[in-house]
């Protein structure tokens, strides 16, 4: 999925770190006081703040600009060995300044526990001179860029100005800005087309609880109406929370994942999501892609990286385990990959509660329409709603198991809605196909998909068995019946 999305380049601006990493054993305690002595072992270095997310935008293969203030000093010279390993990276409008300190956060290790963290900042702010220059380098590197990235660690490089100048500038060109934002006052990154604040961030700024999803939803709200664009809540183990500017509300659970350590999980987020929509993804998928993302850096020890295999390996892995079963967001990315091939992608929907020859006809009429098929299941609750408390026989994700085991059938998404109208929508298939017992204006989504250049196709119907009739004759027992009954496509 990853390897049919063509990234573009990123233009990066914020607060350049430097973090250090001490690793040591502890095997007693000092007797000077009660803390612990470690015996040290080794020291690396990696780019922290905005560079990291110049890292992880390069290891996606996205060309990355990094714009920033660094001073002249040992660890200076250590960033630029760090960040230099990575090719990708263009560092020629870096901002040197003998004045001001290379932001350095040290941590210290005993195996995978960290004991304590030493940091060294500047203590002045960024002088006007100084911001100037950072303007001057962030609009010498935009025409080439396909997206901005404000990276605010709250460090003094993005300020209001600073801001202000690179949001208008992009706007003007017509490029999108994401920002990873730490100040509570949101309207200084009004112009920007995406913020993504974590649950304690969306917190501050708003000065609402986040706990629930209810609670995200109007803290959500609230960061919206002061800053006026797109807002993606990270939400550490719950996953992600999207609301965009028509209001919509979308949420994408973080696939399960050992925690070793968080330390700049946000970057990874900020860069992926900057990256799909270098490609042309929309937000939702890239909300998607991102929260797998963070759940591989997260099992990573220290500041890290997410290269292009490994997110492609891990999604593959995620689709293969229920074969091609997809949520709706995981569905919108696989589509937009396959219309880039140019193929023609057909829909279906039902409950589809015990597989019958009438379905498997439909199934089959459906794939021969077009190039791929999605079938789209009723969840249980909505089989319930429809078909009444003892229904459905199987679960959904039997069901969807079943479906997807067909060799016609290339993705299997569960809806939740008495009918797919919110699904057509969202997926926009080329050709939507039920049986013939429906005519074209009872077919749910039919005049939707027209609307975009689609049509919508009648199978013919055939004889077979339905699931009603399937339970009616097992509840009345057996029977010398031997002729099938005529029945029609319409998927129960």
Known sequence: MISDFIFGRVLIIGDLLLDCYIHGSVDRISPEAPVPVLLRAKHSSVPGGAANVAMNAAALGCAVTLVGLVGQDGSAREFHRAVGREPGIDLGHLVEDPDWVTITKTRVLSGRQQIVRIDEEPSVLVPPPVQERLIAASLAAMDQADVVICSDYAKGVLSNEVLQAIIQAANQRGIPVVVDPKRRDLSVYKGAQLITPNRKELAAATGLPVNSDTEI????????????????????????????????????????????????????????????????????????????????????????????????????????????????????????????????????????????????????????????????????????????????????????????????????????????????????????????????????????????????????????????????????????????????????
């Open 217 to 492: 939803h109007f803290a959500a709200l609230a960061a919206q109406e002061q800053f006026g664009g797109d807002v993606l809540v990270t939400r550490s183990e719950e996953g992600m929370t999207l609301l965009e500017r028509n209001g919509r509300m979308t949420h994408a659970h973080v696939p399960q994942s050992e925690v070793f350590d968080v330390s700049g999980a946000g970057d990874t987020v900020v860069a992926t999501v900057a990256a799909m929509m270098s490609a042309g993804a929309d937000l939702r998928t890239a909300m998607v892609i991102a929260t797998n993302a963070a759940a591989i850096v997260v099992g990573k020890l220290g500041t890290a990286t997410v290269s292009r295999a490994e997110l492609s390996a891990a999604l593959k892995s995620k689709i293969d385990r229920d074969g091609v079963i997809a949520t709706l967001p995981q569905a919108q990315g696989i589509i937009e990959a396959w219309r880039r091939h140019g193929a023609r992608v057909v829909f279906t929907n039902g409950c589809f509660d015990l597989l019958h020859p009438g379905h498997i006809a439909l199934i089959h009429a459906a794939a021969r329409e077009g190039d791929k098929l999605i079938v789209a299941l009723n969840s249980d609750a909505s089989v319930r709603r429809l078909k009444g408390a003892e229904r459905p026989l199987q679960d959904e994700r039997a069901r969807a198991t079943v479906m997807g085991a067909l060799r016609d059938v290339d993705l299997v998404v569960i809806f939740d809605e008495d009918t797919p109208l919110e699904t057509i929508c969202a997926l926009r298939p080329d050709i939507v196909v039920k049986g013939a017992d429906y005519t074209e204006d009872q077919v749910v989504g039919g005049e939707e998909v027209k609307s975009w250049g689609g049509r919508v196709v009648l199978a013919d119907l055939v004889s077979g068995r339905s699931t009603t009739s399937i339970v009616r004759k097992m509840k009345a027992g057996p029977s010398t019946t031997t002729s099938p009954e005529p029945v029609s496509l319409k998927p129960e």
